[in-house]
């Protein structure tokens, strides 16, 4: 059973492109959160999804990111016109119910956006 | 707000050396607390929990208790080998809109040598 699968690992996009990152989840898993590591800091939880629904986007800026999980294929953060400040490692974790006190989330390799 | 606040890095032990990577929280419920280690070239991957107050968790020889009265979770070996060589992020949870967020610290390098 493969982990969670992440691409790409590296991203390079120049100002003003956008840039779509991808997040197979574990086989069977059907929850899928985004978290954010901006340089010298902690992983901040941007959204949380399932199938075709978001259930909660409330760490996600509101203007250029998007985030969908469609029935078939893998999880989709989109950022718009990319920014400088939106060099940041991005990581997907995906679990087979709702996270709780006895289920874990697995985390995938992260990808790594660097804009220029 | 939740936050989580852990030993500033870089770590640098040698090898058999005692281990110790402070972990304080603050949270406005009772969360669990987590250790998670990346390793070089991979993904984050849970280390241990401990789901409420005076818990214990331990995995690996690494070991947290969950101390509530200093709302703290901090991270032990007694004898780290080169292969403990990561970054640790320790971690609480929070339910909120459905959704359980783990609330992060800023991770500490970990570097053991021979």
């Known amino acids: 059973n493969a982990g969670v699968m992440q691409n790409p690992r590296h991203l390079v996009r120049r100002r003003g492109q956008e840039a779509r990152l991808r997040c197979s989840p574990m086989?069977?898993?059907?929850?899928v959160y985004w978290y954010r590591q901006l340089p010298e800091e902690g992983l901040k939880f941007m959204v949380y999804?399932?199938?075709?629904?978001?259930?909660?986007e409330s760490g996600m800026p509101k203007e250029r990111f998007s985030a969908e999980f469609p029935k078939e294929g893998p999880s989709i953060l989109r950022i718009q016109q990319v920014v400088r400040g939106d060099s940041a490692a991005y990581f997907c974790?995906?679990?087979?119910?709702?996270?709780?006190?006895?289920?874990?989330?697995?985390f995938g390799q992260g990808t790594r956006l660097t804009v220029v | 707000g939740d936050s989580v606040t852990q030993m500033e890095g870089p770590v640098t032990l040698s090898e058999e050396a005692f281990l110790t990577i402070n972990c304080t929280y603050t949270a406005t419920g009772y969360p669990s607390l987590f250790w998670y280690v990346q390793y070089p070239g991979e993904g984050l991957q849970l280390l241990l929990k401990a789901t409420k107050a005076d818990d214990k968790g331990s995995n690996k020889g690494f070991e947290a208790t969950y101390r509530k009265e200093t709302t703290s979770f901090h991270l032990e070996k007694g004898s780290v080998q080169v292969s403990d060589s990561a970054v640790y992020f320790c971690?609480?949870?929070?339910?909120?809109?459905?959704?359980?967020?783990?609330?992060f610290g800023q991770g500490t390098r970990l570097t053991i040598n021979p």
């Open positions: 999804l399932q199938k075709e629904n978001i259930i909660d």
């Open positions: 974790a995906s679990s087979p119910t709702r996270p709780g006190v006895s289920t874990e989330a697995f």
């Open positions: 086989k069977g898993h059907s929850h």
């Open positions: 971690a609480s949870d929070l339910f909120s809109q459905g959704a359980q967020k783990l609330v």
